[in-house]
């Protein structure tokens, strides 16, 4: 394929060749069978789409694949995949989910959140987690949680 | 939402050909549901692993010969944990080791008697069936033990997963016994004996989620994450107005974007619309982007019906004027009339709550299969039954032939409870043959919702030389949710009367609660405390004005008009009490007293400094038979931006099975409530719902909800009542007094973001 587009997620390679303006979100979910990418709102505002483009927090939902040439995708399924996580297991501790359907999303942004903020204070996670919306309203313990998280070892 | 309303659908079903869904009450346990017959008859797609088990002797457990234990979930898991908590019960009876137990969840079938999981009830109207299914299998446990040694059963108790002889020492596990117990016959009733609260293991201590693990690793499925092999994905478009109809559609451009294989149209409901799809025009596709993207494509012309011309703003004004003019008398005492003199110390107030929209984080989705004459659905829905009834009807097939398998849902709020759009799925999947997933867009979710009511409300009081009310009157007009059942339905039935209006708990000697009349525009239905959120905002805010009016102290003078403990007498009143008896679920004001009182000691109420800007605000609401009492701190900057520190809520919900759970769902109303207050909007030009998606029908972000909420749970023994809506109604009010504390401004109408809370320049 001369114009597919060659990416990774998560370790494995991948090369799409199919209408570059797909959102990346559908082709994980469709095509690639990786559900725990949550759909929610199609326009990137509620974040249940979020997953790591180069490390980076991003929503999948508006980003065509035709942009990620090169790149490294993660998502949740390759989060804790050998060993959950420290944002994970907080999110455990503390009851976080309700519903559940966000909280993928809300993990990969905290996580993102926790690498360039790694104390962050009330402010920094009002910023970096206010892109991210539940409807159950886990946030307090979201808050508890990210919090908890800052103070285990990586 | 509650248990008596799927009594009064009932009703409004009657003509429907898939009524029988709804027949099954929700406190009634089946006979059919005890023997280990009760499933044989079942073909293996509508077994549970549970009725598989070597030993089953009832639909809700199953022991196989190792040891495990299967325990059915029959209500739907929307984030309330009831999938783990009412299993958990079962496990405490049977003294099973909850390590040891899977959970099953069950498809739609009438054997269990109601599946609809809304009305906060599944604890109130399980809690003494599951126990006794626990028990039942615990008790022939013992039985077969004792059989095995030759000594009596009174002699064998059980321990964790065993079987105990004291006596001698002898223990067998449950797997060892389950072979033995089978083929026992199983005991009446009566012959099972329940274990004293002091034995509990795990009621009232509670459990994590089942599903912790699989909800922070994205490997738990959702409605949106179904899949079967050579399925197709649809999306639809909708008529645009409420009642409107497809005049001619051009698919040409559609069909050329790739991977789009058809259109296909469906027919539009005929009234009322219950639980019928919308009707419109369906693009398949080979992905859900693609059907998205085809369905762009459609050119179409619409007839828009009867609702053409509807205009919220114009109905606002309409639904306002009915409320200020007398209506049908719903409880009265005294005479309201004689007092109201044009002497009298009389002081009036209107509220007005919009309609409002569920947005669940998952939007709407199924997947349907119709293959030999019967549909499987996967589907994200509180109600399974109602998904057999509607696609039943809808096709023209039996009940039985209904598979509803349901996955766990991303959010339900009581959109869910509405099965439309699995009966779309249904009907798409009827037409072509194959598995057919329909995922609405979040666009399709906010547009074509069951609204909740827009409601207009007037109240009146008379008061003494203390500021006291001698007489008080109460009017709400909103249009009611038995209108997708009924076209003509303009009155608020019963049940949602009884939502915190026919039971306005104030000990007034005079008093009057009426309501009005109201035409439905567009399909109403329950959302979260439902009735609750607009009775409870006029009343619990009026009382807040009538306390600053009189220069009182707020939470004071709300307990003075309670007054003193009683139980509410509906004697000649119409009171469905959700369902629930009055003898075992009375109205009790000392309970409401209580968690007032406690209220105003945990949140320091007259007691903390704050600075300017800063209010408390106080309110109380009894909903779903659980007594609420919320006190809000609120900060309100000059340019009017909101910020709650603080929120402290006391609750008395009876018995609490599990309570961290429990918190979770107070801490979770909370931050629902922030969203109807701050934001929560749905209006409609020419019949079109202006609100699209999370811009322009904002919900509360993590910066926006409060920062702590503070949940204390009164420790009881009362009967177990709702936990996961009753924390709604009260905050609203709460957080609106603060704000008139913070800022001088009186909230009469939602949302906030209508009001200007900055300082005028």
Redesign the interface.
Same mark, same amino acid.
């Given at each position: 394929m001369a114009n597919a587009i060659q990416f990774k997620v998560n370790g494995l390679a991948h090369s799409f060749d199919g209408d570059p303006d797909t959102p990346l979100l559908w082709y994980l979910r469709d095509t690639l069978g990786l559900t725990g990418t949550k759909f929610g709102c199609g326009v990137g505002l509620c974040g249940a789409c979020t997953i790591h483009k180069n490390g980076d927090a991003i929503r999948a939902c508006i980003t065509p694949v035709s942009s990620l040439a090169g790149t490294e995708i993660r998502t949740i399924e390759d989060i804790g995949a050998n060993g959950l996580h420290p944002v994970q297991k907080m999110w455990m501790q503390f009851n976080v989910p309700q519903c559940g359907y966000c909280q993928s999303g809300q993990i990969m942004q905290a996580i993102a959140l926790l690498k360039s903020k790694p104390k962050p204070s009330d402010d920094d996670i009002d910023e970096g987690m206010a892109a991210n919306i539940c409807r159950c309203g886990t946030y307090q313990r979201i808050r508890a949680a990210i919090k908890a998280a800052a103070q285990e070892p990586a | 939402m509650s248990a008596i309303e799927n009594v009064s659908r009932r009703g409004f079903l009657k003509g429907l050909a898939g009524a029988g869904a709804f027949v099954l009450g929700a406190c009634y346990a089946p006979e059919m549901l005890w023997g280990q017959q009760s499933n044989d008859a079942r073909t293996d797609d509508a077994r549970t692993d549970a009725d598989k088990a070597a030993f089953h002797p009832n639909v809700f457990v199953g022991i196989e010969t190792d040891g495990t234990v299967w325990i059915v979930a029959h209500r739907s898991?929307? $984030? #309330?944990?009831i999938r783990t908590t009412l299993p958990m019960v079962l496990a405490d009876e049977l003294d099973a080791d909850w390590k040891r137990v899977k959970i099953d969840q069950a498809i739609g079938d009438r054997r269990y008697g109601d599946q609809n999981t809304d009305g906060s009830h599944s604890i109130r109207s399980f809690f003494d069936v599951v126990r006794l299914s626990g028990a039942t299998a615990r008790l022939m446990l013992i039985q077969a033990a004792a059989q095995q040694w030759e000594v009596p059963a009174s002699e064998c108790k059980t321990d964790l997963h065993v079987v105990v002889h004291s006596a001698s020492g002898r223990r067998l596990g449950y797997g060892e016994l389950a072979t033995a117990a089978s083929k026992l016959p199983v005991p009446t009733k009566d012959q099972v004996q329940l274990k004293p609260k002091s034995a509990w293991r795990y009621i009232g201590k509670g459990m994590?989620?089942y599903?912790? #693990?699989?909800?922070?690793? $994205?490997?738990?499925?959702?409605g949106?994450?179904a899949?079967l092999d050579g399925m197709v994905?649809a999306s639809i478009e909708h008529p645009p107005v409420f009642g409107g109809k497809l005049k001619s559609v051009d698919n040409t451009d559609a069909l050329k974007v790739? /991977?789009v294989s058809q259109t296909i149209v469906i027919d539009p409901f005929k009234p009322p619309p219950a639980f019928q799809p919308l009707g419109g025009v369906a693009v398949l596709a080979n992905? #859900?982007?693609?059907a !998205?993207?085809g369905r762009k494509k459609l050119k179409i012309d619409w007839d828009n019906g009867p609702n053409a011309t509807y205009d919220s703003d114009q109905y606002k004004k309409e639904l306002q004027e009915t409320a200020r003019n007398p209506a049908k008398v719903i409880r009265a005492q005294g005479d309201v009339d004689k007092v109201f003199t044009p002497t009298a110390q009389t002081f009036e107030g209107e509220y007005y709550v919009p309609l409002l929209a569920h947005?669940?984080?998952?939007?709407l989705v199924a997947l349907a299969e119709f293959k030999d004459g019967k549909v499987h659905a996967w589907a994200p829905t509180q109600n399974p039954q109602a998904v057999q009834a509607i696609v039943s009807s809808e096709l023209g097939i039996s009940k039985e032939d209904v598979i509803c398998h349901v996955t766990?849902?991303? $959010? /339900? !709020?009581g959109r869910k409870s509405k099965p439309d759009y699995v009966a779309e799925a249904a009907v798409l999947a009827h037409k072509v043959g194959r598995p057919v997933k329909v995922?609405w867009?979040?666009e399709d979710d906010i547009q074509f919702d069951y609204y909740n009511a827009v409601a207009a409300m007037y109240m009146k009081a008379a008061l003494d030389s203390n500021g006291k009310p001698t007489a008080w009157l109460q009017r709400s007009v909103f249009p009611p949710i038995t209108s997708i059942f009924d076209v003509n339905a303009v009155y608020g039935d019963p049940p949602h009367l009884a939502q915190g209006w026919t039971d306005m708990p104030y000990d007034v000697p005079n008093l009057r609660i009426e309501n009005g009349p109201a035409k439905a525009h567009v399909r109403i239905g329950w959302l979260r405390s439902v009735a609750n959120i607009y009775h409870g905002f006029a009343v619990q805010t009026f009382t807040d004005e009538l306390a600053h009016r009189a220069k009182r102290d707020p939470a004071d003078y709300l307990l003075e008009l309670i007054g003193q403990p009683r139980t509410i007498d509906f004697k000649g009143v119409e009171y469905p009490n959700y369902g629930a008896s009055l003898e075992t679920y009375p109205w009790e004001t000392g309970r409401l007293r209580r968690v007032i009182e406690m209220v105003i000691e945990k949140s320091g109420w007259g007691k903390r400094k704050l600075g300017k800007g800063s209010g408390l605000g106080i309110a109380a609401h009894r909903s779903f038979l659980t007594y609420v009492a919320t006190v809000v701190e609120v900060e309100v900057n000059d340019q009017g931006d909101i910020r709650i520190p603080r929120v402290d809520i006391v609750v008395d919900a009876g018995l609490v099975v599990n309570p961290?759970?429990t918190k979770?769902?107070f801490? $979770?109303?909370?931050?629902?409530g922030?969203?109807v207050a701050r934001s929560g909007e749905i209006t409609a030009k020419n019949g079109v719902i202006e609100q699209s998606? !999370?811009?322009s029908y904002p919900?509360?972000?993590?910066?926006e909800?409060?920062?702590?909420?503070n949940v204390y749970l009164v420790e009881s023994d009362a009967p177990p009542a709702g936990v996961g809506e009753p924390g709604v109604p009260p905050f609203i009010p709460a957080l609106c007094n603060a704000i008139y504390v913070a800022t001088g401004k009186r909230i009469r109408e939602l949302p906030l973001s209508r009001t200007n809370l900055g300082k005028e320049s």
């Open positions: - | 898991e929307m $984030g #309330t944990v994590t989620s599903d912790l #693990t699989d909800l922070v690793t $994205g490997k738990a499925v959702y949106m994450d899949h994905f790739s /991977g992905s #859900t982007w693609a !998205f993207q947005a669940p984080m998952e939007p766990l849902l991303g $959010g /339900g !709020f995922v867009t979040r961290e759970v979770a769902q801490e $979770g109303a909370a931050v629902f922030t969203s998606n !999370f811009d919900v509360a972000r993590i910066n909800v409060p920062y702590q909420t």
